[in-house]
Structure formats: structure tokens, C-alpha cells
């Protein structure tokens, strides 16, 4: 590109110079700012966390959204590659879905975080991350 520009300042006139010195200007500026704005995007994303819900608020609507819900693991279920849970809160009752393997017992006060989804139907939770309260 450097001599690409090399090329075109040397053949052109000195209002054209300007006008194309003004355009690489803008477009190293907008290059900059997409490269930074993605780069603050990412980090953000990484920090952000879903807001606590009950079980019973979670619907078709949240298909694809992440949430929060914290409640009792009460029972699991391990197939061949995925781990079924029960999670029951106070409002009701849903199944998470665990397709790594980890070592998870049946507690109370977890903290769940995951993804909606719909299976054959029902709702249930893709979970991503599992915390102690």
C-alpha cells in the first residue's frame, strides 16, 4: 500500500495530494477506532454477567440469552457425553445441560449461568459456569 501511495502522490497535483493525504488520514482514524472499539467490545464482554432470575421467569423468549438463576441441584443424570441436571429454585424447576465433564455434586445455594435453549419442547440451560453462592 506504501507504494501505492508513493505512486499516486508523485503523478498527481497538489489539490488531489491533499484530498488523498485527507483520505488516508480518515482512513487510518477509522481503522484505529474499529480496531479499539472491538478490542473494548470484547473485554466488556468478558466482564458482563447476566442479572439473577427466578426459574419461573424464563421463557421462549430467551431463546439463545444468557442467565442467571441460583437454586438447589438436586439431581444428576450423566450420559454418554453430556451431564444432565435438575435445578429447583423456589418458583420451579428446569434442566441443565453440561456437555464438559466436571465433577459436580448435588448442593444447595448454587449459582447457575447458561444459555437458553429448547430441547423436544421443554426449556433448559446450556450452563456455562456453576459457583457456590
Known amino acids: 500500500m506504501l507504494s501505492f501511495c508513493r505512486v499516486v502522490l508523485s503523478t498527481t497535483t497538489q489539490p488531489y495530494k491533499n484530498f488523498f493525504l485527507f483520505t488516508l488520514m480518515l482512513l487510518k482514524i477509522a481503522l484505529i477506532t474499529a480496531l479499539l472499539g472491538t478490542v473494548l467490545l470484547f473485554f466488556l464482554s468478558q466482564s458482563l454477567e447476566p442479572q439473577l432470575i427466578e426459574i419461573k421467569d424464563i421463557n421462549i423468549r430467551m431463546l439463545d440469552q444468557y442467565v442467571k438463576i441460583q437454586g438447589n441441584i438436586i439431581s444428576i443424570e450423566e450420559k454418554n457425553s453430556l451431564t444432565l441436571l435438575k435445578i429447583k429454585d423456589d418458583s420451579g424447576e428446569i434442566t441443565g445441560v453440561l456437555y464438559e465433564k466436571e465433577e459436580i ?8 449461568i447458561g444459555k437458553v435453549t429448547e430441547y ?10 456453576i459457583e457456590a453462592k
Do not use: M, T
Open 105 to 112: 455434586e448435588i448442593k444447595k445455594d448454587q449459582v447457575i
Open 120 to 129: 423436544h419442547g421443554k426449556l433448559e440451560i446450556e450452563v456455562s459456569k
